[in-house]
């Protein structure tokens, strides 16, 4: 299937398009700490010439347990994303968990994103693809990459064309994920930008008893891989101090070694991109 263009305001995500990459903390802590990550990744889009969606969740609903911390909510973390771009004119991701707060969101933000878990849930997405806003689908780690065609055509069958799907590893035995890099180019072949997630794929899910554990060494290798295989841009989640983050820390990457695996992964997404060596659908 012929790759269909995804617009996000002014950047264009095409067959030719540039590496972007999506990053933000996994979920509001503080005013504070998401406007430190917000200015840090303004500067590194501008220093490094790379496009840059800040991700972070107003509510993270698929906690390990009842008594983790889940954000702000809808109304205040929305206010906080709001701030977000007028202070750094990033385009703004965050996901939607339920029909009803599509409306809300989409007047806020730049890119809805389906959860994992949520990526069958037909209301939702229905609801997201709406808006007409991109739509982001994070691929279910239940499911095999061909199966995401269905929920891409859930998006898809009332007009909306601006689909990314996002590959975060399958399910592998208890508490393990794996990547599959075949998913990247069976997944572009239903004419969607691909995303890969770094720093979900080397989580281990609910391993840390009532939270998730993580592998946040072995981001940046499945990310080079990712990105050599054809993946059209990256999504991590980064903090300023992963130990002390009150979700995902464990995978999440380091501020501080973030501009060093973005300057690598450019220079691999430039050597595949190049006239004719491609390696894409």
Not at 11 to 16: A, N
Not at 221 to 226: E, F, M
Not at 228 to 241: I, L, R, W
Request: aromatic letters at 6%.
């Amino acid at each position: 299937m012929e790759r269909h263009p995804v617009h996000i305001r002014d950047l264009t995500l095409d067959k030719r398009g540039p590496f972007f990459v999506i990053a933000g903390p996994c979920v509001i802590e503080s005013e504070e700490t998401t406007f430190r990550v917000a200015d840090f990744l303004r500067e590194t889009a501008d220093a490094m010439g790379i496009p840059v969606v800040f991700k972070a969740s107003y509510d993270k609903a698929n906690r390990t347990s009842l008594d983790s911390y889940r954000g702000p909510g809808l109304d205040a973390g929305l206010e906080t994303l709001r701030k977000v771009r007028e202070r750094t004119g990033l385009p703004l991701l965050s996901d939607v968990h339920a029909a009803q707060d599509v409306e809300k969101a989409a007047a806020v933000l730049d890119v809805l994103q389906i959860p994992a878990f949520l990526c069958r849930q037909t209301d939702l997405l229905v609801a997201a693809a709406g808006t007409g806003l991109p739509v982001n689908l994070k691929k279910g780690q239940f499911l095999a990459p061909w199966d995401m065609e269905q929920a891409v055509r859930k998006v898809t069958a009332g007009g909306n064309r601006n689909v990314l799907i996002t590959e975060r590893g399958a399910s592998f035995g208890y508490n393990n994920l794996v990547v599959d890099i075949r998913a990247i180019p069976v997944m572009q072949a239903f004419g969607c930008p691909v995303v890969f997630d770094a720093t979900h794929s080397v989580q281990l899910p609910g391993a840390a008893g009532g939270s998730s554990g993580g592998q946040r060494e072995y981001a940046g290798v499945l990310a080079r891989a990712a990105v050599a295989a054809g993946a059209d841009g990256v999504f991590m989640e980064v903090h300023p101090e992963p130990e002390k983050a009150l979700c995902d820390g464990p995978n999440a990457l380091p501020l501080r070694e973030l501009r060093s695996v973005l300057a690598i992964l450019k220079e691999i997404h430039g050597i595949v991109r190049t006239e004719g060596r491609d390696v894409s659908p």
